[in-house]
């Protein structure tokens, strides 16, 4: 036991837990990428706010949530542990000019975290914070005709206390009463203040992982002639370009779809 404690203490360990996290972080990237691009749809927020409805209610879903936010936590806080830990072991900077080819984003991994860090914080407390432990987010009811496939929607006020959503079937009409969080984005990214920080931090995030995805496979000991070179391409095409563009793309288009 003393020995496996001592594995994870050393850097080494560090650096394995830091990988285990941010690899199960960029999985988390890809689902919630692809339950966000819901807010595209033309259906008045009914297929988002149903997606958000589902992730804050689905037990096993919720489990996976605060094991995120531990993975969030630990590999934030393993890094500025590693980090300080190598400046105090070379707490002078050498006489000569390193001439290594490591790339910028890999010299600044710390500062790309601090600033997704800092995002992560501002946006959970704008919408994860607010839309389950305040009244600020109201309510939508969709009714949908399952034959015609037509649907309404109108603001709804619980008159219960601690409602927190109702599906039901009338007559061939499915009744859908769920929080209204599609509002409450499209309000956020109605703000170009907001919009430019939302900007920002995926463009952070893109450098970021531009390094951080193939960095992890390495600290794994996952490296193989043949196979290395297509993790690169999708750390490259996957992780640097396409999630980083999908996020950034949804305030920059609500923000010019409605002004």
Wanted: proline share 3%; glycine share 6%.
């Amino acid at each position: 036991m003393s020995e496996f404690k001592q594995t994870f203490n050393s850097s080494i360990g560090k650096k394995l837990i830091m990988a285990l996290t941010g690899l199960f972080l960029c999985t988390f990237l890809i689902v919630h990428l692809a339950g966000n691009l819901q807010l595209f749809q033309n259906d008045e927020g009914y297929a988002f706010n149903v997606y958000a409805n589902f992730l804050t209610h689905f037990p096993p879903i919720e489990v996976v949530a605060y094991i995120l936010y531990a993975c969030i936590v630990i590999h934030a806080l393993y890094a500025l542990i590693l980090t300080v830990k190598n400046q105090k072991a070379r707490p002078v900077k050498y006489a000569t000019v390193n001439e290594s080819p490591a790339s910028w984003s890999s010299k600044n991994m710390g500062l790309l975290g601090s600033i997704l860090l800092l995002f992560i914080v501002i946006h959970m407390g704008d919408f994860w914070y607010k839309y389950k432990f305040t009244d600020t987010v109201g309510f939508k009811e969709y009714r949908t005709n399952v034959l015609t496939n037509q649907r309404t929607v109108t603001d709804f006020i619980p008159q219960v206390k601690d409602f927190e959503h109702s599906f039901t079937t009338e007559n061939d009409v499915e009744i859908v009463r769920v929080k209204d969080l599609h509002t409450k984005v499209s309000a956020s990214f109605s703000q170009w203040w907001y919009v430019v920080i939302y900007v920002i931090a995926m463009g952070a995030l893109s450098f970021h992982l531009l390094h951080g995805f193939q960095s992890a496979f390495r600290s794994l000991g996952w490296v193989h002639r043949k196979y290395t070179p297509i993790v690169e391409q999708i750390g490259i095409w996957l992780f640097a370009v396409i999630i980083p563009l999908g996020f950034a793309a949804m305030p920059v288009v609500y923000f010019f779809m409605h002004k």
